[in-house]
């Protein structure tokens, strides 16, 4: 099995464990602080992921992909440099932006939110971005050796502490107002990331090849060279990211003004963003575990390939990676679709927010493929193109936002249809962006094939869920009806050969059944 190959699978699995123990987090969260704590959860929350973006200055991606290539000329001493000049720069950054986000909390909470409650979730999460700055430049290192196992462990060590304190911590403070209950939510999160530094930290000690503190400001003068080399890719990347950032930043800002204009009080506001954002967005994201493993694998793979200018390998990677989005993004978005009611209420206890994925989950797919197309230009030092993309449909999605949630014939649905306007934009144009470079074959039979497969499973999951087990409990039915769905639509696969024989084989434990 191939290195990509290899990282791909162990981050399959730990996103995998990841995003259920993350929704975990969120059902516990939901029903612990519930629609009105949820919602001043994901009000605050996408200030900090832009504080987050702000002080990583897209460095991660730089790592990964310049420790790919000095990996394969064995120049330690250029590793060294890399991680030096990237920590010196991120713990530089957190220094500033944590105590400016202290301080910019009140204003933040009391002239652009319509909510001035965000101001406590805000300061408590504010810890967190030191943490984040040190973990993100040792993550960027593992995947740039292509060992993904420590940003794998590290991610479910973080989720997992979440878990265990979210319950008691909101307890504890909820007695004192919703917002307080949100605020401990985020502490949980800090310590959730500290922990998982600390095993990144242990890891870094028994794998390193040199001594990172040895001469650390020697390095960092040494490494002028350095610096430009990972700005070339890190200031497009957190290009990109900063208009994902602000456009999320400014996203419950535009909500929340244009539901008011719209007529809705800001309590039920709120509650509705929460719904959207904390409810069903979450169960949509789900799937997305496997667009990231493939998105974090792909950099130094197609990195490594492109510096070697071996662009077959380039395009069987990318074809690789859209055919796997697409078979396993079809099966998520079937049964999302399928059960949107009764996984609403086995999850959070009310079907609030099933309307809004069966209006989305159709438009997922499309989605499911921006994170893998984003590394492959990444890679292929087309950053640039891939912010300008991210711009235009941040700018469109927010536009399309503020037009159709202020009317009162829209509102809310108005948000989601303009979230999905600007996911589909943005993925047509990295597509578009890719073949410019990548010579790419069209199998059009087989996409059409896997619409006929996820469509028959679908419909069989429905007529299963309403005409039979009905005597049986809720989630008896669910689970039931979510095995048949995936067992029929993998039987269909393999019989319309839209997965090979061949390729169940490079499966570990698949592998050995075949080989019988």
Not at 410 to 437: D, P, R, S, W
Request: glycine share 6%.
């Amino acid at each position: 099995m191939s290195k990509f190959l290899k990282g791909t699978f162990i981050l399959l699995v730990a996103g995998f464990i990841t995003r259920v123990l993350g929704f975990i987090y969120r059902i516990v969260l939901a029903r612990s602080i519930g629609e009105e704590g949820v919602g001043l959860y994901m009000m605050a929350y996408p200030t900090f992921i832009l504080m987050v973006t702000i002080m990583q200055l897209g460095l991660p991606v730089a790592i990964s992909k310049n420790i790919a290539e000095a990996e394969a000329k064995r120049d330690y001493a250029e590793i060294k440099k890399i991680l030096v000049v990237s920590l010196a720069i991120t713990v530089g950054l957190s220094i500033i932006i944590t105590p400016a986000l202290i301080l910019l909390a009140p204003i933040l909470s009391t002239t652009l939110f319509t909510d001035q409650r965000t101001y406590y979730p805000l300061i408590a999460i504010a810890p967190a971005l030191p943490i984040i700055a040190i973990s993100s430049v040792l993550r960027g290192y593992f995947q740039g050796r292509q060992n993904m196992r420590p940003s794998a462990v590290s991610q479910i060590i973080e989720q997992f502490v979440r878990i265990t304190l979210i319950a008691t911590a909101t307890k504890t403070f909820l007695p004192y107002g919703v917002e307080y209950g949100a605020a401990a939510a985020m502490g949980a999160s800090v310590l959730g990331e500290l922990l998982s530094l600390v095993y990144l930290l242990t890891m870094f000690k028994i794998k390193k090849r040199f001594k990172l503190r040895k001469n650390f400001f020697q390095f960092v003068h040494k490494g002028k060279r350095t610096f430009a080399d990972l700005m070339e890719i890190a200031l497009p990347t957190m290009g990109s990211r900063m208009i994902g950032s602000i456009s999320w930043f400014f996203e419950p800002i535009v909500v929340a003004h244009s539901l008011a204009l719209a007529g809705v009080v800001a309590v039920n506001a709120t509650k509705q963003y929460g719904a959207l954002t904390g409810y069903a967005m979450p169960l949509l994201m789900l799937p997305s575990f496997v667009t990231f493993s493939l998105a974090t694998s792909l950099v130094p793979a197609i990195s490594e390939a492109n510096s070697n200018k071996n662009y077959k390998l380039i395009e069987y990677r990318l074809q690789q990676a859209l055919r796997f989005v697409f078979l396993t993004g079809g099966l998520a978005v079937i049964v999302l679709y399928v059960l949107a009611d009764p996984l609403m209420e086995l999850m959070y206890g009310s079907t609030k927010g099933s309307y809004f994925i069966r209006l989305m989950a159709p438009f997922f797919l499309i989605y499911y493929y921006q994170g893998p197309l984003q590394a492959v230009l990444q890679a292929l030092n087309l950053a640039q193109a891939a912010m300008i993309n991210s711009l235009i449909g941040a700018v469109i999605k927010t536009a399309v936002i503020f037009f159709l949630a202020s009317q009162a014939t829209f509102g809310i649905t108005g948000v989601a249809l303009g979230i999905i306007v600007g996911f589909v934009l943005v993925t047509g144009l990295h597509f578009a962006t890719v073949l410019k470079k990548v010579s790419f074959s069209f199998y059009i039979r087989d996409y059409l094939t896997g619409i006929l497969v996820m469509c028959a499973a679908g419909w069989l999951g429905y007529w299963l869920f309403a005409h039979t087990l009905l005597s049986e409990n809720l989630i008896t039915r669910v689970i039931t009806t979510t095995v048949a769905m995936a067992v029929s639509y993998f039987l269909m696969l393999v019989l319309f050969r839209l997965i090979k024989k061949d390729e169940l084989k490079r499966i570990p434990w698949i592998g050995k059944i075949f080989s019988f």
